[in-house]
């Protein structure tokens, strides 16, 4: 596929601590992704192209979900706690509600 200076694509990058689900995923054109690395986006944010948007999507929310664990992981043991006795990773809304949930045996 040709993807010239103007034609659009999907840019994922890593999320933050502070990101949503999809607020890493930006539709783009390689004009803008110029723009974008001369304001401060760097490779250490992995930027992966997309031309499919749920695709770019999926991704994204892999790395938020991935983020989002490996946060309550190291939260989990700064707090002095035992990994060894975890059997589960539960990632909850600002609200408590259980989002997403995965064992780990």
Known sequence: MRIGPNDKFWLV?????????NDHVTQASLKNLDLMFNGGLSMTENPTLFTDKQEAEIEAYGRYVAMRA?????????????????????IRDAKGAVVFTAPLG
């Open 13 to 21: 990058t890593d999320p933050t601590p502070t990101s949503q689900p």
């Open 70 to 90: 490996k946060r309550v992981i190291a939260e989990h043991a700064a707090a002095g706690n035992s990994l060894s006795n975890v059997d589960r990773i539960e």
